[in-house]
């Protein structure tokens, strides 16, 4: 066991992946020399060489669609972008052809990829380098979408994602690469991709989430016990395609009532879906509305304003409270 | 000197072996035997053949719309013929000549037009990717593929196809500039047939010639006769050559022309004149190519006419083959993920009760206890 922060787990998660299939290859933008600039690849290119760590050209669309090519030549490219803001820039071959070709092909020609991306604000970044778009990648049939929250599911699941047979959206909270630090196993742990976590277990209120916003969520469950005596069970969706209906399900079904929160804007946003799965599944179980606690239908505003637009432990509580007191 | 003039090393070659006439250069004539010569000619004919059908089979309601490649067989077939099977084949939307000669079953091409996704699925032991619809996004993977062959370490090479508008794409300088910096060995044929539907060829492009691109790039850029197959064959050659040895992407400016509609669903007639597709129409690749090896002694008449005869029949057999195929409406759900997911399950289920006449497949009283393996 290792104390380490998100950042070094994900490190060591890639490290893993190269160590043990010598088709795995990472590429991005200053993923090699410069050790990528959250320092994610550190070390690798020194490890495992020019080959294995490609310092790729400024171009989105090609590291996707060379990493294409990859796969269907039987190689495990693992894509950096440097920033989620820029991954647009690589959509197309996304939606062209990384989620299709499995099912164009009848499963002749798969793309067994990941695509790493940093998201969410909170990080004073300029413009660009702050927003949750989730939601389009989850939009996207033939896409995973696998959200971390801390450094031991972030290890496990980036290692999962590297051995799913289909392209999997790997959706990193870059406020949280080095904000904790958390036990990490030293044998190579891997989770089971599209299975949400209780992570805390509790009897009035059900609170949904996953990625950065985990950390105001834990704090608030904090609070509404400490303060006002809520017994609140969370749950950690860590991935957003597939999605865990099962446990959200028990969960609510146990609870009666439900806070669905994320950093992407509210429209429909995840919880959305989330909320519709609610409603279809365990309907005549709830004992209030849903209250959802979202980034707002807007831009994120440059850093300087940011914060109060993004979810906080004081959102939460207050939507929490209010799904209390029906 | 604050100023001076850098002189690049890179021209860009124009080449022409068998003209319009069905002379030929006997100094650039590519060794070809009696066999490779008749192959060529019966996939010329072939691809011709199946086109004419096509645009029939469309008329009648019996495929969806068609795009044709009238009068561009050599420019796909000439690098199909110039690689070994082992090799791979990525082509654009207007290669059938390349498609079929690689080893595509017509039926499944003309199931891709019909509709479906076996036509997108190559039989096992083939190294082709499908057709590939939006504009040049395949020279990305195109270059990918060559990046996989070169860190397997053969002398393998993948050819890559996009058109003239292709050439404006984002994605065809990504491509060909990564593929470059990288020294992969990917060879990119842009066929440029003058038009990207309505749009001339000189309002695609500044640039005098498709081919002097690669000068940008740092790679060979070479134009060739497009209508010419012998020129296809060699230039193609050449560039795979160079690539096996280790010297990179060559990019190759097939000069052709769009003889027919863009698509069956377009009308060319709104923007451009039939005086300017006449010139083309002496430039046939088929007939130049006929006149090449019947002077040869390679075919005779009679030896054509039963070539044509074989050719009918295989068209009408892979017609027939297209048309009694019945695709299974349950498969899409197989081919999202290697493994359905909860919701696909769920989606699935629902799919078949719709199917079998039950409605949306929902059980009534969804929201209660007894249904809650629903997810
Ligand atoms: C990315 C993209 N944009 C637009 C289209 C619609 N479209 C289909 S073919 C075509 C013109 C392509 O011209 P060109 O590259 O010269 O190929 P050609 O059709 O002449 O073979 C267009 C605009 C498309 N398929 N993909
Ligand atoms: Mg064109």
Redesign the interface.
């Known amino acids: 066991m290792a104390m380490l922060n998100m950042a070094k787990a994900l490190n060591l998660a890639l490290r893993e992946a190269l160590a043990e299939n010598d088709k795995a290859i990472i590429l991005g933008q200053d993923v090699g020399y410069d050790e990528g600039v959250f320092r994610i690849t550190e070390g690798l290119l020194k490890q495992f060489g020019e080959e294995r760590v490609v310092d790729f050209p400024v171009a989105e669309s090609a590291i996707i669609g060379l990493a294409i090519g990859l796969c269907v030549t039987g190689y495990t490219p693992i894509c950096e972008m440097q920033f989620s803001g820029f991954g647009y820039h690589g959509f197309h071959q996304i939606e062209s052809h990384a989620t299709r070709l499995r099912n164009r092909t009848r499963g002749r020609f798969t793309c067994p990829m990941v695509i790493r991306m940093p998201y969410g604000g909170g990080i004073r970044a300029i413009e660009h380098h702050s927003e949750s778009r989730e939601t389009i990648w989850a939009h996207l049939p033939g896409m995973k979408v696998v959200i971390p929250s801390g450094p031991r599911n972030a290890r496990a699941l980036l290692r999962a994602s590297i051995h799913d047979p289909d392209p999997v959206m790997f959706y990193e909270p870059k406020a949280s690469y080095r904000a904790f630090r958390e036990e990490v196993p030293d044998e190579p742990e891997t989770m089971e991709i599209g299975k949400a976590k209780v992570v805390r277990e509790g009897s009035d209120v059900t609170i949904i989430s996953y990625g950065a916003s985990m950390r105001p969520v834990l704090e608030a469950a904090e609070e509404l016990e400490e303060d006002h005596g809520v017994d609140a069970e969370l749950i950690d969706l860590l991935s957003l395609v597939p999605l865990d209906r099962d446990t959200i399900n028990a969960s609510v079904r146990k609870t009666g009532r439900c806070v669905v929160v994320h950093e992407a804007p509210k429209h429909i946003g995840p919880a959305a879906e989330v909320v519709a799965g609610i409603v279809e599944d365990s309907l005549l179980y709830l004992e209030a509305p849903i209250e959802r606690v979202t980034g707002y239908d807007l831009v994120l505003p440059f850093f300087n304003s940011e914060l109060p637009f993004m979810p906080d432990v004081r959102k939460v509580v207050s939507a929490t409270q209010k799904v209390l007191s029906f | 000197m604050p100023r001076k003039k850098i002189t690049l090393d890179n021209t860009i070659d124009s080449l022409s072996i068998l003209d319009e006439k069905g002379k030929v250069d006997k100094k650039l004539e590519p060794k070809l035997s009696k066999d490779d010569l008749l192959k060529l000619f019966r996939a010329m004919t072939l691809a011709r053949r199946y086109d004419e059908r096509m645009l029939k089979l469309q008329r009648q309601g019996r495929i969806g719309t068609y795009g044709p490649a009238l009068g561009q067989e050599a420019a796909s077939l000439g690098p199909a013929f110039a690689i070994e099977e082992s090799d791979w084949y990525v082509p654009s939307f207007r290669e059938p000549a390349g498609m079929l000669y690689r080893g595509w079953p017509m039926a499944r091409l003309m199931l891709w037009w019909g509709g479906n996704?076996?036509g997108?699925?190559?039989l096992?032991k083939m190294n082709d990717?499908?057709i590939?619809?939006?504009v040049a996004?395949q020279?990305?993977?195109?270059?990918?593929?060559?990046?996989?062959?070169k860190?397997?370490g053969g002398d393998r090479v993948?050819v890559a196809f996009v058109g003239d508008g292709g050439t404006s794409e984002?994605?065809f300088h990504?491509?060909l500039?990564?593929a470059a910096?990288f020294g992969l060995p990917l060879v990119v044929v842009i066929q440029n047939n003058h038009w990207a539907i309505s749009l001339p060829r000189h309002k695609q492009s500044a640039s005098k010639t498709l081919a002097q691109k690669a000068i940008a790039y740092g790679i060979d850029g070479i134009q060739t006769d497009g209508n010419d197959i012998l020129a296809m064959v060699e230039a193609t050659r050449e560039a795979v050559e160079k690539a096996r040895k280790g010297g990179g992407p060559t990019l190759i400016e097939a000069v052709t022309y769009r003889m027919g509609v863009h698509t069956t669903a377009d009308d060319p007639t709104k923007y451009r004149k039939d005086e300017e597709v006449e010139p083309w129409k002496p430039k046939d690749p088929l007939v130049r190519f006929w006149k090449y090896i019947s002077d040869k002694g390679v075919l005779d008449e009679a030896g054509r006419e039963k070539m044509e005869a074989e050719i009918t029949d295989e068209i009408a057999e892979a017609v027939q083959a297209s048309e009694s195929y019945e695709p299974n409406l349950m498969?899409?759900f197989?081919?999202?993920?290697?493994e359905r997911?909860?919701?696909l399950e769920q989606q699935r289920a629902q799919f078949e009760a719709y199917l079998n006449g039950n409605g949306n497949g929902k059980a009534s009283g969804?929201?209660?206890v007894s249904?809650?393996a629903?997810?």
């Open positions: 996704e076996i997108a699925t190559p096992a990717m499908p590939s619809v939006p996004s020279i990305q993977y195109g270059a990918g593929i060559a990046w996989g062959l860190l397997d993948a984002g994605d990504e491509g500039n990564c910096t498969e899409p197989d081919h999202c993920f290697a997911t909860p919701a969804s929201a209660s249904h809650s629903v997810h």
